[in-house]
């Protein structure tokens, strides 16, 4: 059982990073960041973005209750 | 002030942007709490217990700061934001190196965004590495000072594991900043940073005033205002170079004819410095601990001379860091050559001087010397906490919250925030937070 809930883990995780890395990144860099100028952007986000964002928050989900599950499942089983 | 807060709320668009913005970190501080899958909660606990008594969290007092806690707890955010930071820093430092990424800094939003992307892919790489550093030196015991068992079950597939889970931690946390970047107020990373640190200062409250009784306590928060004073003015403070500009007709419209004035900040370099800093003088730790526990020469020197934070060795060359990396930022960011052409492009000038290159050499001569007293600000603000060693009572000053690397960071943030929600309020009528 903990063993399936693992590799849910690890599936979730590398799919997790790879949906993020697809995501425009819109940090900014370091040169916004601490005190940079300020800046707005007024550009809304596409459909194929919210999509993503949508997929992200699924995938993150998952992600987080796998893990408490498996917090769980090591703190009643062992 | 307390009218503009509630024009602040009432306002729906600005309401939802800040709700959003407290909803975010409230997702992340609780993340930050929840432990990693095979890491023993009781034992992380029970070991931080005796860390905290001791003065052995020294070494990953930065990271563990702008973690919140979170690394020293092994939970599933434990990197946090700092492999972004660093990965911004090498970006950034290569620009000046590798031709491509000049020209890609140059090329303007669509150049900037392929960094940016280049900056997230780098992030990864680091939290891939990060994360098996702090899994490694966590399993053998180094982590917290000499206390196994905080990994029961240290087979290799479920180390592996607990690296990959922190590795999808430090996404979510970049993605979290970009969410707040995006759709709510401020700069998201330099928010999450700012709650992991805020989040502190009642805990350290309570420390300073268990331990050293209510008038320490009391001194220490007079103390502590008067340093945030003292950073918000020097950090608005700038010298405003006026700057005339040429009036023209186009077709029959008159254009230009103003004056205006360029602003140059006393700071320009922000906190960055310190974090470059504070990020050198602990890697000969690091090399030191990686190599082994044999007690050798270069072993010593370096515990005795740069971990210990209130040596004069370690605040001199500190200092001289920060010294040294505020001007090499400024440089690296302030372009006195390119300023002046573009003013020459637009007409400008600065009165007694003629376009082109007099004014960039005057440009950077005043420039040079406002980074003087900038740097040695910023200097001595990052060393202040080490002369209060003895009112904390424990090793780990560079948390403590009214003065060093903390106070800038919060302040640099908060006054950021604060100007990017006036200027929303702006939009709409024209009474803001800052008179």
Redesign the interface.
């Known amino acids: 059982m903990v063993l399936a809930l693992?590799i849910v883990?690890?599936v979730?995780?590398?799919l997790?990073?790879l949906l993020?890395?697809l995501?425009?990144?819109?940090?900014?860099?370091?040169?916004?960041?601490?005190?940079?100028g300020?800046q707005?952007?007024l550009s809304g986000?596409s459909v194929a973005e919210k999509n993503l964002d949508r997929l992200?928050l699924f995938t993150?989900a998952i992600?987080?209750v796998s893990?408490?599950g498996?917090?769980l499942l090591?703190k009643v089983g062992a | 002030m307390l009218s503009a807060f509630r024009a602040a709320l009432t306002t729906p668009d600005l309401r939802k942007k800040i709700l959003f913005t407290l909803g975010v970190v409230a997702v992340y501080r609780l993340g930050a709490n929840i432990p990693s899958p095979g890491v023993s909660y009781p034992n992380v606990q029970e070991c931080l217990r005796q860390v905290e008594g001791s003065e052995n969290a020294g070494i990953y007092s930065l990271i563990n700061l702008f973690s919140g806690g979170a690394l020293l707890q092994l939970s599933i955010l434990a990197l946090g934001i700092m492999p972004y930071i660093t990965a911004s820093i090498i970006i950034q430092l290569l620009t000046v190196v590798i031709p491509r990424f000049e020209a890609l800094k140059k090329e303007g939003q669509s150049g900037q965004n392929k960094l940016t992307q280049y900056t997230r892919y780098l992030t990864i790489a680091l939290a891939i590495l990060q994360a098996t550093g702090i899994v490694s030196l966590a399993n053998s015991g180094a982590l917290l000072g000499n206390c196994p068992g905080i990994i029961p079950d240290d087979s290799v597939f479920n180390l592996a594991v607990i690296v990959i889970v922190m590795t999808a931690g430090t996404a979510i946390v970049m993605w979290l900043g970009e969410q707040v970047t995006e759709k709510g107020v401020g700069n998201g990373m330099s928010l999450l940073i700012f709650a992991s640190i805020a989040h502190r200062i009642p805990a350290e409250g309570m420390n300073i005033l268990n331990n050293a009784g209510p008038l320490v306590f009391a001194g220490v928060c007079v103390f502590g205002l008067a340093i945030i004073v003292s950073v918000v003015f020097v950090e608005q403070g700038q010298r405003r170079i006026p700057v005339q500009y040429a009036k023209r007709m186009v077709g029959r419209r008159m254009y230009g004819g103003t004056s205006t004035y360029l602003p140059l900040k006393v700071n320009q370099a922000g906190v960055i410095p310190v974090i470059f800093g504070s990020s050198l003088l602990y890697l000969p730790d690091l090399v030191a601990r990686l190599v082994g526990n044999d007690g050798g020469w270069f072993q010593q020197f370096v515990q005795t001379y740069l971990v210990d934070q209130s040596n004069w060795l370690h605040i001199l060359l500190y200092v001289a860091l920060i010294i040294f990396f505020t001007y090499f930022y400024v440089g690296i960011t302030f372009n006195p050559e390119e300023r002046a052409d573009e003013m020459k492009k637009f007409g400008g000038f600065i009165p007694g001087i003629r376009p082109g290159r007099p004014t960039a050499e005057y440009l950077n001569f005043v420039l040079s010397r406002i980074t003087l007293p900038g740097s040695l600000y910023l200097g001595i603000i990052a060393v202040l906490p080490n002369f209060f060693l003895g009112v904390t009572g424990s090793g780990q000053n560079q948390n403590f919250p009214f003065g060093g690397t903390a106070v800038l960071i919060m302040v640099g943030v908060g006054l950021d925030t604060v100007k990017q929600i006036e200027s929303q309020l702006m939009q709409r009528n024209y009474e803001g937070f800052l008179r």
């Open positions: 693992q883990l690890i979730s995780s590398v997790l990073v993020i890395l995501h425009r990144g819109r940090g900014g860099g370091l040169s916004s960041l601490f005190g940079g300020v707005s952007s986000s992200t993150a992600w987080v893990i408490i498996t917090g090591v």
